[in-house]
């Protein structure tokens, strides 16, 4: 393993051809190789992979449609139907792939906009310090203590349930750990000689930050993106539970409040979106985790002792 | 011994200010809900079948003609008062209905973090003291598993085990219907009902206090004061204990302390599977029949029991490191 990282070091200066982005490549191959090392990594992204792929392909794996109306209903798992069909005739296993429609969806947008959120108030706090730094990590602070599942609770309840209210009350409640995570890449890096070397130059303090300080604070802002699509789902999955997502859209966690009634007679009902929730968050965050040993030299030996 | 007491005295006094911001951030956030909600804030604290007068009354009750700021202070002062408005499913206050189901979510609560920190903090120490190792391994899967599994899925999947199918524990609620209501008997039963809700909960809690505790274990492991422990001839149980898991705690609980906030939010599910009469079954009847004035009623109280119990952890994080005080 040593050997592998002095060589692959050795190798990017010596060719005189664009130097930086070779050392990129093979700083890049290095990542990967890290990765690739780590098994239970691997095992997270083919689960988000394989979770992500059947929710797209979804038309194409099944013959029936989520909501049409079947004649048997609480049929156990068949060949006809592999995870049996619910107390209204439905195809449990088309309600499933579709369902993970909800999750992914609701995941990725939710997350993007928290990190957004918590990316530009982290780069404010903790590049230009002062007053604005102090005001934004109390109300940072604020975000994190109230109890969020309660107050995206009552929001939903009063607003509405619907697809972009859930979306948005979960954007707009994910983002603290973003903001922490960038604030302390930001004061790191604001003293590096990279970042006097570009005011030197005359850079505006915007593009200080968003072309020379953003691009080195993105790998661990990426692992907490991944960690925040987790957050996310749950937090959807908890909300539909609740009966406060999107009645017209078929989700996991609807399909477990329905679940609710029938535990004993129909256990499919509740078993197989459950599992879909869970191996989700589990692939994403053994992916997370492994993203960030793979990026941070420190972490990797302390997993390795 | 002075300076140390005034000093504690000067940071107790600091944490109490900075709850000050947080409460009314909370009372913040309740005001704009009730004004951001479609149609008029009247109409909304009133319920749906509420008659014009009841309507006309609560416009003027809350000053809805008045200015926006006025309507603040309002508000602030009705809540100051423990005034969080009236219930009219329940027709009764909101702040009583919700006091009054407050001890049977801090009974499950405070079981689950027992349980799940003496767990966990046992498998870490076995953890920690050879890492990788096999125990270790299989210990960390199972967190990372524990980690993933949504609380009410892993409430409604005991039930299937062992309620459906084993018979061994009740599905839900608190007490039977023809239990005895006294004594030892009314306790155990009573216990009987707690276990699964109480496990439900406490997974999560468990894998998280385990990660934590594992991690920063091994690290204090390398500290030199933990080598010269080993060198003045101490046992490794005593290492182990009475060094490296103390320093390790405190912070193990400042974190979990942090996550205070979602965790309560698995009350609503938990209680809502088991039929657990806390606040969090409330929670879910209220969302049910939109009741809004005990939903935000709920989260005020809520909140402030977090804000509150957080302002405890500190303290004691303080009292049993002192090193704290002086950040």
Request: net charge positive; charged share 15%.
């Given at each position: 393993?040593?050997?592998?990282?002095v060589?692959?070091?050795?190798?990017?200066?010596q060719?005189?051809?664009?130097?930086?982005?070779?050392?990129?490549?093979?700083?890049?191959?290095?990542?990967?190789?890290?990765?690739?090392?780590?098994?239970?990594?691997?095992?997270?992204?083919?689960?988000?992979?394989?979770?992500?792929?059947?929710?797209?392909?979804?038309?194409?794996?099944?013959?029936?449609?989520?909501?049409?109306?079947?004649?048997?209903?609480l049929?156990?798992?068949?060949?006809?139907?592999?995870?049996?069909?619910?107390?209204?005739?439905?195809?449990?296993?088309?309600?499933?792939?579709?369902?993970?429609?909800?999750?992914?969806?609701?995941?990725?947008?939710?997350?993007?906009?928290?990190?957004?959120?918590?990316?530009?108030?982290g780069?404010?706090?903790?590049?230009?310090?002062?007053?604005?730094?102090?005001?934004?990590?109390?109300?940072?602070?604020?975000?994190?203590?109230?109890?969020?599942y309660?107050?995206?609770?009552?929001?939903?309840?009063?607003?509405?349930?619907?697809?972009?209210?859930?979306?948005?009350?979960?954007?707009?409640?994910?983002?603290?750990?973003?903001?922490?995570?960038?604030?302390?890449?930001?004061?790191?890096?604001?003293?590096?000689?990279?970042?006097?070397?570009?005011?030197?130059?005359?850079?505006?303090?915007?593009?200080?930050?968003?072309?020379?300080?953003?691009?080195?604070?993105?790998?661990?802002?990426?692992?907490?993106?991944?960690?925040?699509?987790?957050?996310?789902?749950?937090?959807?999955?908890?909300?539909?539970?609740?009966?406060?997502?999107?009645?017209?859209?078929?989700?996991?966690?609807?399909?477990?409040?329905?679940?609710?009634?029938?535990?004993?007679?129909?256990?499919?009902?509740?078993?197989?979106?459950?599992?879909g929730i869970?191996?989700?968050?589990?692939?994403?965050?053994?992916?997370?985790?492994?993203?960030?040993?793979?990026?941070?030299?420190?972490?990797?030996?302390?997993?390795?002792? | 011994?002075?300076?140390?007491?005034?000093?504690?005295?000067?940071?107790?006094?600091?944490?109490?200010?900075?709850?000050?911001?947080?409460?009314?951030?909370?009372?913040?956030?309740?005001?704009?809900?009730?004004?951001?909600?479609?149609?008029?804030?009247?109409?909304?604290?009133?319920?749906?079948?509420?008659?014009?007068?009841a309507?006309?009354?609560?416009?003027?009750?809350?000053?809805?003609?008045?200015?926006?700021?006025?309507?603040?202070?309002?508000?602030?002062?009705?809540?100051?008062?423990?005034?969080?408005?009236?219930?009219?499913?329940?027709?009764?206050?909101?702040?009583?209905?919700?006091?009054d189901?407050?001890?049977?979510?801090?009974?499950?609560?405070?079981?689950?973090?027992?349980?799940?920190?003496?767990?966990?903090?046992?498998?870490?120490?076995?953890s920690?003291?050879?890492?990788?190792?096999?125990?270790?391994?299989?210990?960390?899967?199972?967190?990372?598993?524990?980690?993933?599994?949504?609380?009410?899925?892993?409430?409604?999947?005991?039930?299937?085990?062992?309620?459906?199918?084993?018979?061994?524990?009740?599905?839900?609620?608190?007490?039977?219907?023809?239990g005895?209501?006294?004594?030892?008997?009314?306790?155990?039963?009573?216990?009987?009902?707690?276990?699964?809700?109480?496990?439900?909960?406490?997974?999560?809690?468990?894998?998280?206090?385990?990660?934590?505790?594992?991690?920063?274990?091994?690290?204090?492991?390398?500290?030199?004061?933990?080598?010269?422990?080993?060198?003045?001839?101490?046992?490794?149980?005593?290492?182990?204990?009475?060094?490296?898991?103390?320093?390790?705690?405190?912070?193990?609980?400042?974190?979990?302390?942090?996550?205070l906030g979602?965790?309560?939010?698995?009350?609503?599910?938990?209680?809502?599977v088991?039929?657990?009469?806390?606040?969090?079954?409330?929670m879910?009847?209220?969302?049910?029949?939109?009741?809004?004035?005990?939903?935000?009623?709920?989260f005020?109280?809520?909140?402030?029991?977090?804000i509150?119990?957080?302002?405890?952890?500190?303290?004691?994080?303080?009292?049993?490191?002192?090193?704290?005080?002086?950040?």
């Amino acid at each position: 393993m040593t050997s592998n990282l002095v060589s692959t070091a050795a190798q990017a200066p010596q060719s005189a051809v664009s130097a930086p982005s070779r050392r990129k490549q093979a700083a890049f191959r290095l990542f990967l190789r890290k990765y690739a090392e780590n098994r239970s990594a691997l095992v997270g992204v083919a689960l988000v992979l394989l979770l992500v792929v059947v929710a797209v392909a979804a038309p194409l794996l099944t013959p029936f449609s989520p909501r049409t109306l079947g004649n048997v209903p609480l049929q156990p798992p068949s060949l006809t139907h592999f995870m049996g069909t619910d107390d209204l005739g439905r195809d449990v296993f088309a309600q499933f792939l579709y369902g993970g429609r909800a999750s992914v969806l609701v995941g990725v947008v939710a997350a993007t906009i928290s990190t957004v959120i918590g990316v530009l108030l982290g780069a404010v706090s903790g590049y230009w310090g002062g007053w604005i730094d102090d005001i934004i990590q109390r109300v940072t602070e604020m975000f994190s203590i109230i109890p969020r599942y309660f107050l995206a609770m009552v929001t939903v309840a009063i607003l509405g349930a619907n697809l972009f209210n859930v979306i948005v009350v979960i954007g707009l409640l994910s983002w603290p750990a973003a903001t922490k995570l960038t604030r302390a890449e930001f004061v790191t890096l604001k003293t590096r000689s990279f970042v006097d070397a570009a005011k030197m130059n005359g850079a505006s303090s915007w593009s200080i930050v968003f072309s020379e300080i953003l691009p080195n604070a993105m790998p661990p802002i990426i692992v907490q993106t991944i960690l925040t699509i987790s957050v996310a789902v749950l937090m959807e999955a908890t909300l539909s539970f609740l009966g406060l997502g999107d009645p017209n859209l078929v989700s996991w966690g609807l399909m477990l409040n329905k679940a609710q009634s029938f535990l004993t007679i129909a256990p499919w009902m509740a078993i197989f979106p459950g599992l879909g929730i869970s191996l989700f968050i589990l692939g994403l965050n053994l992916m997370g985790d492994g993203l960030n040993q793979a990026l941070n030299p420190r972490l990797r030996r302390e997993a390795k002792a | 011994m002075k300076s140390t007491s005034v000093a504690t005295l000067a940071y107790v006094i600091r944490r109490l200010f900075q709850a000050i911001p947080l409460i009314l951030g909370v009372i913040a956030i309740n005001f704009t809900l009730i004004h951001l909600a479609p149609g008029d804030p009247a109409t909304l604290l009133a319920g749906e079948f509420a008659s014009p007068e009841a309507v006309e009354r609560l416009r003027e009750e809350f000053g809805l003609n008045d200015p926006f700021y006025k309507q603040f202070l309002t508000y602030l002062g009705k809540v100051a008062t423990g005034d969080l408005g009236y219930s009219y499913r329940f027709r009764a206050p909101v702040l009583d209905i919700v006091l009054d189901r407050i001890p049977n979510t801090l009974l499950l609560l405070f079981v689950s973090f027992v349980l799940s920190m003496i767990v966990a903090v046992v498998l870490a120490v076995l953890s920690a003291r050879r890492p990788n190792s096999l125990f270790d391994n299989v210990a960390s899967s199972l967190a990372m598993v524990g980690y993933a599994l949504p609380m009410f899925w892993l409430g409604m999947m005991l039930i299937l085990v062992f309620s459906s199918q084993l018979g061994w524990l009740p599905t839900g609620g608190m007490y039977s219907l023809r239990g005895e209501r006294t004594g030892l008997a009314m306790v155990l039963d009573m216990a009987r009902h707690l276990v699964l809700p109480a496990t439900a909960f406490a997974a999560y809690f468990m894998a998280m206090a385990y990660r934590l505790t594992r991690s920063k274990l091994i690290e204090t492991l390398r500290e030199d004061y933990i080598r010269t422990a080993h060198m003045k001839g101490l046992s490794e149980r005593e290492v182990l204990f009475r060094h490296a898991l103390r320093n390790s705690l405190v912070p193990v609980i400042a974190v979990m302390g942090l996550d205070l906030g979602v965790m309560v939010g698995g009350a609503v599910v938990v209680e809502t599977v088991f039929t657990w009469p806390g606040v969090g079954r409330l929670m879910y009847d209220s969302i049910l029949a939109r009741d809004y004035p005990l939903l935000l009623g709920i989260f005020v109280v809520v909140s402030f029991g977090v804000i509150i119990i957080n302002l405890l952890a500190d303290l004691v994080a303080a009292l049993v490191d002192p090193r704290i005080i002086y950040d």
